[in-house]
């Protein structure tokens, strides 16, 4: 661009920009961090598709900084429509011009998908429509390397705007209006600074941009100079003719080599253009610029240490006062601003002081950028007005958790911040607040965790960086760090003691108030803030030898067999499984588990959940190969049986998942075995609850077969009326496993009309034949798997319509998430955020009264909880109404013992040995936990057979988990490979029966997933 001598000249020249011809169609594509996913080449694959098809005249590419759903990488915008692309590829980009340029048809493969919702238009995915995108505005849209394209966009029209109309005082008192805070952590008012050095004695005065960017995590003064460094450039001109200085400093770490590069370029064009150097727009004013590189060092960002740097000196913090300000930059009055907060005030003087302080909260004016990062599904850089709550940028804009996990908690502000837990995700992000909730806003890293981030190894990552980058001034900062990270160090690995969770709390308080400057008095933060809200974790790790995320090294294997409850060597037996050698897949299995054909079915797999490979795709389908195994290898065949004669008599009450595995590991360690069960089947929940079209019945009787070929004696049909009758038959000890069957009541009136029943019994008598049909208009009250089972039970048994209610929202039901998707494909319909208030009829069943619920304050864990929508009164017709809010155990045949410990309504049991009381009692399952899963109650009676075992004098020694060495680490092209899918029938074949839905694995299909498995226990 010519240089511009006057501001009618830069009017002028936007005018002329504007009008001039573009193409008819604009692509858009992200050149900067996308390149690292091949930007380039997709740009260059769009260039020689344009020129074979002699589009250039009616196609333009423009290369842009970050889109800021970085996620999609390389995304690409193209207009006038604004249709999004994510994950192009070179090879779309034919199909690309074919379908969408000359077609004018998107391509839905490459659309924004959330699972459930396809979007084709950048304004339209929830991502973009719930941001007010004020800096960014720019950033993805122009291209950073032309002055012509920034200036086409309204760069410099706020400098030259003030330059003709606002001397430089009245400048500041703008920028006071606004409210502008420092957007590099520490919130300082940006007028105020600026006046201070406006009115400190000394020239010249220096203006200098930090962009130093030393946390893990945050990238968005980094994406600010790639994508729009002419409106960090206009703010520094603009901030430098209020302030009076003639020269300034752009500070960049020199790992951000295209921020390096575009600054330069931009500079070089401004300079050129008029809009930099001497007489600037012919206004007289002199400013220029300078960009000096800094080597990395994160104590390099803080005020002091950068000055030194850019004088040359090593960059180490010093004693402030006196403040920058006043003696700065060669002991000149400095003024330094982050990028953003550069970058803010052209926006201030666009529209105003007061326009833009209706935006954000008292405290906190203006939108905040944050990088979003971590365990969030969309990653990238999200600009919302201060004052947001946590929850919309996680839920709303970033789309929430991936893999199934949940949230546990964000850490805010980078190695200076602190982690906020689930219960604060509703707290409005600003300076204040986000303060009083022992974090800071820092520069707006926004690191996400889900369940499998261990707290603890989350603060220790941040104390061995900020030890790392500690300039080792001063001993608190430099050595109190060190013993923070060792103690941390052992804590991970185990080896520590209860009482250096307070010594480290301790050292961190030192640390804090001795330390010179903010690296070490923020660099506890991380630590206080997790013992404050994760003292439990820090105990497990030194108590139990236990990672509650299944994440440290030292304490876990692999994940996977760490998160399984029953601890199966899962890593193992899928490696069989890879290998083909399926019969010691199955008793690798069996070492922990006698349920494996239950289990491939039924399981909430926790092990899938956690598994590693879920971080790079899909996680393993852990439980589809269990099934594998288990249907494949034919023969049920016998567990080692026990030579010589049984010691010890143990009886076990109820034949559950949790009884039966007790008497199972009892019968190996040598026991003689007797369990008793009310009903006339044995299985508890699995026989008499779980529905065949999931778990066919002689699939279970495969399982409780094997457990009998172990020795286990049973007898149905024989409820125990008190324990007095088990203590006079002379058993050494009892295990109490009778579940939990006994409703939770509604409390509400027309309960007891007929028509009315509970879940637990409505499947029982389906299941034992004594219920064959449900006509009428059904209601299923309640959200997990119980309600699951009864409103698919009753479509299947002909009802005309069910409709289940759930006081909370989707994502928060308890089932098993795969079968809330299959009920919902099987046609009932759900309605959340409802509670039932009364039932209505006359003898029986006419309608239910309904109140719609709002959602209002989070609860501990981090739920919101719901409350009655004033006026929220719906009535729904209903013939029937099933009820699944919950169960709890019938402990009648407790009551006049005096041993078993009884609390809240629940069996009272110690976690490890599932005692209760002093004496030969132990309880365990849904009896103690109450409503859980099949797997918990299983690891409940294995850890109770080996407390039993101890307890009569044995070794309480299980089978070794491992012992059959397979296969190593999957090749590239194994581990490439997609989760294989499985096959069912679809929902319409599956009205008015109850055959198992889902087919297993093919051997092809098994081995190829078994081999998708990255053998974590050899990394
Ligand atoms: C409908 C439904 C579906 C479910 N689906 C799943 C699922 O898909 N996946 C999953 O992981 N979990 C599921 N669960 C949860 C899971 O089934 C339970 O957590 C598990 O069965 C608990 O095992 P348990 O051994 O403690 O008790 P139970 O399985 O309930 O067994 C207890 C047994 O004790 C007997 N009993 C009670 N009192 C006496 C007495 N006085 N004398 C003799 N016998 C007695 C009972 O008759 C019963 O057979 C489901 C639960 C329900 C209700
Ligand atoms: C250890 C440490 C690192 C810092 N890093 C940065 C940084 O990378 N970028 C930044 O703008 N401010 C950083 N700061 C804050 C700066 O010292 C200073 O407060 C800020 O640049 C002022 O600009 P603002 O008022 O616009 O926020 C850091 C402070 C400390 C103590
Ligand atoms: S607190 Fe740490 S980083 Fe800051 S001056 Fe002291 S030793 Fe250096
Ligand atoms: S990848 Fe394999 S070893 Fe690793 S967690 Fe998943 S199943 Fe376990
Ligand atoms: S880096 Fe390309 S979209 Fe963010």
Known sequence: MNRLNSIEELHRKQKELLARPRGERVIRVCSTGCRALGALEVCEALDREIDRLDLGDRVQVVRTGCHGLCAGAVAMVIDPRGIFYQNVTPHDVPEIIETTILGNKTIRRLCWSSGRQTISRQRDIPFYQRQTRVVLRNCGVVDPRSLEDAVAHGAYLAAADAFSRMPPEGIIAEVIASGLRGRGGAGFPTGRKWEFVRSAAGQPKYIICNA????????????????????????????????????????????????????????????????????????????????????????????????????????????????????????????????????????????????????????????????????????????????????????????????????????????????????????????????????????????????????????KFFTDFVQSESCGKCVPCRVGTK?????????????????????????????????????????????????????????AHIVEKRCPSHACKALVSTTCSSACPAHV???????????????????????????????????????????????????????????????????????????????????????????????????????????????????????????????????????????????????????????????????????????????????????????????????????????????GRVVVIGGGNAAIDSARTALRLGADSVSLLYRRSREEMPAIREEIEEALLEGVEMQFLVAPIAIEGNGSVRAIRINEMELGEADESGRRRPIPKPGGEVVMEADQVIVAIGQGPELSFAASDGQLVVAKGRISAHPVTQRSGEGNLFAGGDAVTGPATIIEAIAAGQRAAQAIDLFLGGKGELPPARGFPGRSKPDEQEAAAPRQAIRGTPPRKRKGNFMEIFKGYSLQAACAEARRCLRCDLD
């Not at 923070?484 to 052992?490: G, K, N, S, T, V």
């Open 483 to 539: 013993r923070m990270a060792e103690i941390l160090a052992r804590i991970t690995a185990g080896q520590a003691e209860l009482t250096e969770i307070d010594q480290l709390a301790q050292l961190g308080e030192v640390v804090r108030e001795a330390s010179l400057c903010g690296l070490g008095q923020t660099a506890p933060n991380p630590v206080l803030s997790t013992i404050r809200y994760f003292r439990d974790e820090y105990e």
């Open 212 to 459: 130093d960017e030393g946390d893990p995590g945050a990238f968005m003064d980094r994406a600010l100079l790639e994508g729009d460094p002419h409106l960090v450039i206009e703010g520094m001109i603009i901030g430098a003719y209020a302030i009076g200085a003639a020269k300034g400093f752009i500070y960049v770490r020199a790992e951000y080599p295209i921020a390096i590069e575009h600054t330069e370029i931009a500079l070089d064009q401004a300079r050129r253009a008029g809009l930099l150097g001497e007489d600037i727009l012919g206004t007289g004013f002199d400013f220029d610029l300078e960009i000096r590189k800094g080597a990395g060092a994160f104590v390099c960002g803080e005020e002091t240490a950068l000055i030194a740097s850019i004088e040359g000196r090593r960059g180490m913090p010093r004693p402030r006062p006196p403040f920058p300000a006043t003696s700065g930059l060669f002991g000149k009055p400095t003024n330094i601003n982050n990028v953003e907060t550069w970058a803010n005030v052209p926006r201030i003087l666009e529209k105003g002081a007061a326009a833009y302080a209706q935006i954000g909260t008292e405290g906190s004016k203006g939108t905040k950028i944050f990088a979003l990062a971590g365990k969030v599904n969309n990653t990238g850089l999200v600009e919302v007005p201060m004052g947001t709550t946590l929850r919309e940028i996680i839920f709303d804009i970033g789309g929430g958790i991936p893999h199934g996990r949940r949230f546990k908690a964000a850490q805010i502000g980078g190695p200076s911040g602190g982690c906020v837990p689930a219960r604060y995700l509703d707290v409005p992000l600003d300076y204040d607040s986000v303060q009083m909730i022992g974090a800071i806003m820092g520069s707006g890293g926004l690191i996400v965790m889900d369940q499998a981030t261990c707290m603890v190894d989350i603060a």
């Open 569 to 775: 060597s899962v890593q193992d037996y899928v490696a069989l499984v890879a290998e083909g050698r399926l019969a010691e897949a199955l008793e690798v299995i069996r070492r922990r588990n006698p349920f494996p054909s239950v289990c491939g079915r039924a399981c909430d797999h926790p092990c899938e959940t956690f598994c590693r490979r879920g971080d790079l795709d899909e996680p393993v389908a852990i439980r589809h190969l269990k099934r594998f195994v288990s249907d494949r290898v034919r023969e049920i065949g016998a567990p080692p049986k026990w030579r010589g004669p049984r010691q010890g008599r143990v009886a076990v009450i109820g034949s559950g998942p949790a009884g039966l595995t007790a008497a199972y590991f009892l019968a190996l360690m040598g026991r003689e075995v007797k369990v008793y069960e009310a009903l006339e089947v044995v299985g508890g929940v699995l026989a008499a609850g779980i529905p065949p079209y999931r778990l066919p019945r002689q699939v279970l009787q495969r399982d409780i077969e094997y457990i009998r070929r172990a020795g286990v004696e049973i007898e149905t049909g024989r409820r125990i009326a008190s324990l007095q009758e088990l203590r006079e038959a002379n058993f050494d000890a009892i295990f109490v496993a009778v579940g939990a069957h006994q409703s939770s009541r509604l409390n509400i009136p027309g309960e007891d009309t007929q028509g009315v029943q509970d879940a637990v019994s409505f499947l029982r008598r389906i299941n034992l034949g004594e219920l064959t049909s449900l006509p």
